[in-house]
Antibody
Framework: EVQLVESGGGLVQPGGSLRLSCAASGFTFRSYEMNWVRQAPGKGLEWVSYISGGGETVYYADSVKGRFTISRDNAKNSVYLQMNSLRAEDTAVYYC??????????WGKGTTVTVSS | DIQMTQSPSTLSASVGDRVTITCRASQSISSWLAWYQQKPGKAPKLLIYKASSLESGVPSRFSGSGSGTEFTLTISSLQPDDFATYYCQQYNSFWTFGQGTKVDIK
């Protein structure tokens, strides 16, 4: 079964850091690009970051550029999101999603990040 | 940046109704558009890609159309499982979602 499982969310103070992980199974992970997408409470979906299959190419939304870093370890079938200098507006459920010909065809269940003092 | 605008924001309908949701892009995105369904507390689910291609396993009552800047998602006969929020998403240049359309019970 194709599956993505996020972890690493939690409560963090403003200015703090958090590292999210997404573990993939059921498909050849290295062959797929991956995205992180977030959803603030009661709000819509916002794309956050992209990484190519080999990890050479990464992109970020303007709202997180310079603060978040995406990476992957194909030996561990995992993609990561390092989040620094967190702000209240980063509070959201964070989803990882598999990218297939640019569309997001498989999603994890999400992990919740709360930035609050 | 490409902006996506959906209408309506909320739609009240009954089981069996034909439902249409519209999505407009701020510039041409060819057919690089997807539709997702999301239920409360759940991850989004891909329904339609490349504007009109049905994702595997998705019921045929869902259909998509359009190209350029105007797109529609149609549910031919609304079923109880279809009450949810629907998002369009462009993937012509990075990824941008519409603000969502909530389909609720009339």
């Amino acid at each position: 079964e194709v599956q993505l499982v996020e972890s690493g969310g939690g409560l963090v103070q403003p200015g703090g850091s958090l590292r999210l992980s997404c573990a993939a199974s059921g498909f050849t992970f290295r062959s797929y690009e991956m995205n992180w997408v977030r959803q603030a409470p009661g709000k819509g979906l916002e794309w956050v970051s992209y990484i190519s299959g080999g990890g050479e190419t990464v992109y970020y939304a303007d709202s997180v550029k310079g603060r978040f870093t995406i990476s992957r370890d194909n030996a561990k079938n995992s993609v990561y999101l390092q989040m620094n200098s967190l702000r209240a507006e980063d509070t959201a459920v964070y989803y990882c999603a598999r990218v297939l010909t640019q569309r997001m065809d498989v999603w994890g269940k999400g992990t919740t990040v709360t930035v609050s003092s | 940046d490409i902006q996506m605008t959906q209408s309506p924001s909320t739609l009240s309908a009954s089981v069996g109704d034909r439902v249409t949701i519209t999505c407009r892009a701020s510039q041409s995105i060819s057919s690089w558009l997807a539709w997702y369904q999301q239920k409360p507390g759940k991850a989004p689910k891909l329904l339609i890609y490349k504007a009109s291609s049905l994702e595997s396993g998705v019921p045929s009552r869902f259909s998509g159309s359009g190209s350029g800047t105007e797109f529609t998602l149609t549910i031919s006969s609304l079923q109880p499982d279809d009450f949810a929020t629907y998002y369009c998403q462009q993937y012509n240049s990075f990824w941008t979602f519409g603000q969502g359309t909530k389909v609720d019970i009339k």
